[in-house]
């Protein structure tokens, strides 16, 4: 059963402390992504990755910053968390290519509380 | 910039009838693709069914089917005798080409709700 992993379902910080969002496939897919999803907002793109140690910003960069040094792992960084991030966090990989969208698989997701 | 709008936050159908979900994209790419997927209340996104931008004919996976018109960059999901288990949010969305490799933008969603 193939599968994407978040390893924390659930997490409250504090403000201002340094946050880590791992995540990992056992697809060896190149693709990885992070989205975070808000009410009335959809899935909006963090950063994405097509391969090791490649990284590409999308549309929400700020405030993030992401590390894969090896294929199947894909790690989301909130440097200085703030309250504006609290969401849930996405993760997904897929195989290259335009219809790349029919291979992503989703982790279930990670609900992040900064208070 | 690639763009995905779905205009109902919100919709409603009886079980056993018919209902379209509407998704205009906007691109500029000649290659892309586009999806639908469900995500239930209790949050795992499930692929529905993808339409390549070459394809002529429209797509159908089951009680699915993808209305594709290009020139109208419109494709709109209609399910066919909905289910109580159809309520959900859903998503369409784009992929196209970018740095390194094709990625994926998603509308802000469609929350359907079948009633008994």
């Known amino acids: 059963d193939v599968k994407v992993t978040q390893s924390s379902r659930y997490l409250v910080k504090r403000t201002g402390e340094k946050v880590f969002l791992e995540c990992v496939q056992d697809m060896d897919h190149e693709n990885m992504f992070w989205y975070r999803q808000d009410p009335g907002l959809g899935l909006r793109l963090i950063y994405f990755?097509?391969?090791?140690?490649?990284?590409e910003k999308g549309d929400i960069p700020e405030g993030y910053s992401v590390s894969r040094e090896k294929k199947e792992r894909f790690s989301l960084i909130l440097e200085s968390a703030s309250t504006n991030q609290t969401s849930m966090y996405l993760c997904?990989?897929?195989?290259?290519?335009?219809?790349?969208?029919?291979?992503?698989?989703f982790g279930e997701g990670s609900w992040l509380t900064v208070v | 910039a690639q763009k995905i709008t779905q205009t109902q936050p919100g919709m409603f159908v009886q079980e056993k009838e018919a209902v379209t979900l509407d998704c205009t994209y906007d691109t500029s790419d000649p290659s892309y693709g586009l999806f639908w997927y469900k995500q239930p209340s209790s949050g795992e996104m499930i692929f529905l069914i993808y339409q390549g931008s070459y394809d002529q004919q429209n797509a159908t996976e089951g009680r699915y089917s993808l209305n594709f018109q290009k020139a109208r960059k419109s494709a709109n999901l209609v399910i066919s005798a909905s289910q109580l288990g159809d309520s959900a949010m859903y998503f369409c969305?784009?992929?196209?080409?970018?740095?390194?490799?094709?990625?994926?933008?998603f509308g802000k969603g469609t929350k359907l709700s079948v009633i008994p």
């Open positions: 969305a784009i992929s196209f080409p970018g740095a390194g490799s094709y990625q994926l933008t």
């Open positions: 997904a990989s897929s195989l290259p290519g335009p219809d790349s969208g029919n291979t992503i698989y």
């Open positions: 990755s097509y391969d090791v140690k490649m990284k």
